[in-house]
């Protein structure tokens, strides 16, 4: 092989993927180990890297006690209900009472920031968003990134990390592959945040053709957070709560801010309210403490995402679609109408886009909506990701192994969508979570956690092997077949990505099925994963950009697996809007109630599942803001 | 939408095929010009529409759902800290949009944090995080806990 060996040695702070969290975590680390050597390896280039690429219209955590809005404990709330329940409340309470501190310092480093003409406060668009001229956030947050890491190597696919040969269960490092250079990167490394992203494009999507790309979540996420944990032994928790999103149909464009600041709202095709109807039954099914639409009117408790959704693809199912989003009264205001259009064009270009190839203006119709096909991810309104620690101050002993956001391989630690049971942290909670990430890691590395690490030849070099096996293939069997893509040896990415969305689709509660399953559907699809888990091993790549497609399909296939495996465990329907298991159509509090845990054993690829207890932050008064009461008294 | 290159305008300066997010944009070996490997692969994040100095790339709508005839051009100038849109519609109508990207100089407003005070045995066994408390409030006052908002953590089912 011509591909020379990089070793980058002695880094005390790896941060693999330079999205949000990923960029938080750079920056923070520097301020706790001034002298340390911190490192980010990048996918892409931290410039235009991550979720958030395009960029963002909308903060959608901030909780403004500056200004008197919101305390932490009510944002836990907020997450709590609209998750059904189940959450890592300290997790969640710990990103809210730092989260302000970085907006503000956004604010300082450039990133425009709306505000309210008359009070000076941010522009809200509901009471967690806030409005944003955010085109250039992620170039704005990379630079702070770039000022505080010794070196960002962009270009590295991370695809797997290296484990300590002297001590179990210890992080060293991770390896990777430079998919312009074809160069194999060595990273021995103290501790390793990873920040790399949730996934899309695991289930089919409802695209065909081109329109595949148009997916909610970035193509580029490839469930690489899951993939690398899972595959080193790490715990997962709330895999099954992947989510599916209520969006503009085709192209996706977010809702969130017609919704909340332009006060669209949604009416089936006869031009009927229709999600009323969809209660009475639906709360038979979650019961009153999830679905009480009185006590949500009285209180502003929001209904749960999944129960919204629910309710729109019920009401198409019963025939009465398409659903749309009524536009035309609020587009009439000329500044609203502006408001809408810089929305996409800051945050989703393709339905500004769309909107434009089929002259739809929202001014003159009302354009229709969709549910898009699901999405595994932690940091939007659902809470898949890896087992971590909380803070000391706040987590109880299940929650608490010694440093904040660890997971449950020493020194491994983790944000944004590796961290699991912390949902609606978006773009500011996600570099929030890289922040304490970081300050925990360089703690670590301090206490002398990491003293003493071997890493052996053997793991490198057998490391090396995998990764460029693709590569050997293909050419091993390419000349095997006159030419195209169809050999009896080996599949493309695509071909396997096609496989696994299919699979994922019809066994796991896709867009096909309306998102339906059941236990003998998914062991149907756990002995497909496995099967296909072989044939990985044919995976044939014929250059380095089809190298790069070969591993993030294989951290996809593992995270599907998990997903599978978390929704198998999980007897019940608890998002009935996201998922749906046909042989338990009820949420199970007395069984359920309680955070489901896996974990993968690496030599075996035997999981074994485990229920954690799920805590939840008390006091009395629900109905009005704590800050609002504190400034009261 | 996905991406294409026109031609005549592209000369292969490679700072799309720098910045693409999703690793598509490559050069031609024949041409020496940049294309899109991949559509379906292509959010349509602009990336690299906004990265060409020679205006080279645009977007055509994704042909599984995106008739002809459309376009959505974009001009982002970092100095003056402005992105400018044109969107053009299929029937030829025709909306504009000038929003700001930033508010300060170029990367002149980040603390250098090598740089800054270090922090304290005591701020290192706290829960504060850099430039907290001030960042938080910006006023004087601690960190959220437990204690200081009257809160306990509880096993279980009920709130």
Same mark, same amino acid.
């Given at each position: 092989m011509a591909y020379k060996t990089v070793v980058e040695d002695d880094i005390d702070v790896l941060v693999v993927g330079g999205g949000l969290g990923g960029s938080g975590a750079a920056w923070e680390a520097r301020f706790w180990g001034q002298d340390k050597k911190i490192i980010v390896a990048e996918k892409a280039n931290i410039d235009r890297s991550g979720a958030v690429a395009q960029g963002l219209y909308a903060i959608n955590c901030y909780m403004g006690t500056r200004w008197g809005e919101n305390n932490p404990e009510d944002h836990v709330r907020y997450a709590r209900i609209d998750l059904m329940g189940l959450v890592r409340e300290d997790l969640l @309470?710990? =990103?809210? #009472?730092?989260?302000?501190?970085? !907006?503000?310092?956004?604010?300082?480093w450039g990133l425009p920031i709306m505000k309210n003409p008359e009070t000076g406060a941010y522009l809200r668009e509901g009471r967690w968003q806030i409005m944003i001229h955010g085109e250039s956030y992620k170039p704005i947050v990379a630079e702070a990134a770039k000022k505080s890491a010794d070196k960002i190597y962009n270009r590295i696919c991370v695809t797997h990390l290296l484990m300590d040969?002297?001590?179990?269960?210890?992080?060293?490092?991770?390896?990777?592959?430079?998919?312009?250079?074809?160069?194999?990167?060595? @990273?021995?490394?103290?501790? !390793?945040?990873?920040?790399?992203? $949730?996934?899309?494009?695991i289930f089919k999507p409802r695209s065909v053709g081109e329109g595949a790309g148009r997916t909610w979540y970035a193509p580029w996420s490839s469930g690489s957070a899951y993939g690398l944990m899972i595959d080193a032994g790490a715990k997962m928790t709330q895999m099954e709560n992947r989510i599916v999103l209520a969006r503009f149909k085709d192209g996706y464009g977010p809702v969130g801010a017609y919704f909340l600041h332009l006060k669209t709202y949604t009416q089936n095709g006869l031009g009927e309210e229709y999600e009323s109807n969809w @209660?009475?039954?639906?709360?038979? =099914?979650? $019961?009153?403490?999830?679905?009480?639409?009185?006590?949500?009117?009285?209180?502003?408790?929001?209904?749960?995402?999944?129960?919204? &959704?629910?309710?729109?693809?019920?009401?198409?199912?019963?025939g009465r679609g398409p659903i749309h989003m009524v536009t035309m009264h609020a587009f009439q205001d000329p500044h609203l109408e502006e408001v809408g259009w810089e929305n996409f064009l800051g945050m989703t270009i393709g339905q500004a886009v769309l909107w434009a190839a089929t002259d739809v203006d929202p001014k003159n119709? &009302?354009?229709?909506?969709?549910?898009?096909?699901?999405?595994? =991810?932690?940091?939007?309104?659902?809470?898949? $990701?890896?087992?971590?620690? $909380?803070?000391?101050?706040v987590s109880p002993p299940e929650y608490f192994w010694g440093y904040n956001r660890m997971m449950t391989i020493d020194g491994l630690f983790g944000a944004g969508d590796a961290v699991g049971g912390t949902p609606h942290a978006f773009s500011s909670g996600s570099f929030t979570e890289g922040r304490l990430a970081a300050k925990a890691a360089c703690k670590y590395v301090d206490d002398g956690k990491a003293d003493g690490i071997? !890493?052996?030849?053997?793991?490198?070099?057998?490391?090396?092997?995998?990764?460029?096996?693709?590569?050997?293939?293909?050419?091993?069997? #390419? &000349?095997?077949?006159?030419?195209g893509t169809v050999s009896p040896s080996y599949i493309h990415p695509k071909q396997g990505l096609d496989r696994l969305q299919k699979l994922m689709d019809e066994y796991c509660g896709g867009v096909t099925v309306s998102y339906m399953t059941n236990e003998k559907l998914l062991n149907i699809g756990l002995k497909k994963l496995k099967i296909m888990e072989e044939d990985l091993e044919c995976l044939a790549a014929k250059d380095l950009h089809e190298l790069l497609r070969a591993w993030e399909l294989k951290h996809r296939h593992r995270t599907a697996e998990c997903v599978t495996q978390h929704t198998l465990f999980r007897k019940e329907t608890r998002w009935p809007g996201y998922y749906y298991r046909g042989d338990a159509m009820k949420v199970d509090d007395e069984n359920w109630h309680v955070l489901t845990v896996s974990r993968r054993d690496p030599a075996t690829g035997e999981y074994t599942m485990e229920k954690a207890p799920c805590y939840h932050l008390v006091d009395g008064?629900?109905?009005?803001?704590?800050a609002k009461k504190a400034a009261k008294v | 939408m996905p991406t294409f290159v026109y031609m005549t305008r592209c000369d292969g300066c490679g700072h799309c095929v720098d910045i693409c997010p999703s690793d598509i944009m490559h050069i031609d070996p024949k041409y020496r010009r940049a294309y899109n490997i991949e559509p379906d692969m292509c959010w349509e994040c602009y990336s690299c529409?906004?990265?060409?100095?020679?205006?080279?790339?645009d977007v055509r709508g994704y042909a599984d759902f995106a008739p002809l005839g459309h376009s959505v051009r974009v001009r982002r100038e970092e100095e003056k800290g402005t992105i400018a849109w044109k969107v053009k519609f299929r029937d030829g109508t025709e909306k504009e949009f000038l929003s700001p990207i930033t508010t300060k100089p170029w990367g002149t407003c980040i603390p250098e944090l090598a740089e800054v005070p270090g922090p304290d045995k005591e701020m290192r066994d706290s829960q504060l995080l850099y430039s907290e408390p001030k960042y938080i409030r910006m006023d004087e006052d601690g960190l959220h806990t437990l204690q200081s908002n009257g809160l306990t953590m509880k096993k279980g089912v009920y709130y």
């Open positions: @309470f710990d =990103m809210a #009472r730092h989260v302000d501190s970085t !907006v503000h310092q956004f604010e300082d040969d002297a001590k179990d269960n210890r992080i060293a490092g991770a390896v990777g592959v430079n998919v312009r250079t074809g160069d194999y990167h060595v @990273f021995k490394s103290k501790t !390793v945040i990873v920040a790399a992203g $949730g996934a899309s494009n @209660f009475p039954s639906l709360q038979k =099914m979650v $019961g009153k403490e999830y679905l009480d639409p009185e006590l949500s009117h009285l209180t502003h408790r929001p209904i749960p995402t999944c129960l919204r &959704n629910h309710a729109l693809i019920s009401e198409v199912n019963a119709e &009302n354009p229709e909506l969709t549910t898009s096909e699901p999405y595994v =991810m932690g940091s939007h309104a659902t809470g898949a $990701g890896g087992w971590a620690s $909380g803070p000391e101050d071997v !890493v052996s030849e053997e793991q490198i070099e057998n490391r090396k092997i995998e990764i460029y096996k693709p590569l050997e293939r293909y050419k091993k069997y #390419r &000349n095997e077949i006159v030419a008064d629900e109905e009005e803001p704590g | 529409v906004k990265a060409c100095p020679q205006f080279a790339i």
